[in-house]
């Protein structure tokens, strides 16, 4: 008896587990505008709903990335890389294909209005002559 039931509770936790986990993998590529691959760019799977983080990635040297293990539901893919705009996917199934094939990250090109340099005199100056002079 006590046999039978633990092959129940078994048989029971395995399919609550494999219901749980998405066996597929979501993967995919990011380049730039020239159409080559960045490195390292930070690849987040987030819950549609509220945005929260569910797993992460980087990208290899090929801009390739793979995301393995997740519970199934509603989900939107986020790539940013310094110096890029931040991508963000529609919103998708994970019961859907999970490719992400060539993601275009966009250069961030902050002008900036105006800079001013400017230079001070110390109060404290010491020279050759081992004086101090006070401005």
Same mark, same amino acid.
């Given at each position: 008896?006590?046999? $039978?039931?633990?092959?129940? *509770?078994?048989?029971? *936790?395995?399919?609550?587990?494999?219901?749980? $986990?998405? $066996?597929?993998? %979501?993967?995919? +590529?990011?380049?730039?505008?020239?159409?080559?691959?960045?490195?390292?760019?930070?690849?987040?799977?987030?819950?549609?709903?509220?945005?929260?983080?569910?797993?992460?990635?980087?990208? +290899?040297?090929?801009?390739?990335?793979?995301?393995?293990?997740?519970?199934?539901?509603? *989900?939107?893919?986020?790539?940013?890389?310094?110096?890029?705009?931040?991508?963000?996917?529609?919103?998708?199934?994970?019961?859907?294909?999970?490719?992400?094939?060539? %993601? %275009?990250?966009?250069?961030?090109?902050?002008?900036?209005?105006?800079?001013?340099?400017?230079?001070?005199?110390?109060?404290?100056?010491?020279?050759?002559? %081992? $004086?101090? +002079?006070?401005?």
């Amino acid at each position: 008896m006590k046999k $039978t039931a633990f092959l129940g *509770y078994l048989s029971f *936790y395995s399919i609550v587990v494999s219901g749980q $986990t998405n $066996t597929e993998a %979501i993967k995919g +590529n990011v380049k730039d505008e020239k159409k080559q691959p960045i490195e390292f760019v930070n690849v987040l799977l987030l819950n549609a709903i509220d945005s929260s983080l569910v797993k992460g990635s980087i990208t +290899n040297k090929k801009g390739d990335f793979e995301i393995f293990n997740f519970p199934a539901g509603e *989900y939107r893919i986020e790539c940013s890389q310094i110096g890029f705009l931040k991508y963000y996917s529609d919103k998708f199934n994970s019961s859907s294909p999970l490719s992400f094939d060539n %993601i %275009i990250l966009k250069e961030n090109s902050n002008v900036l209005q105006e800079v001013e340099i400017t230079n001070k005199r110390p109060f404290i100056e010491l020279s050759e002559h %081992i $004086t101090v +002079n006070i401005c």
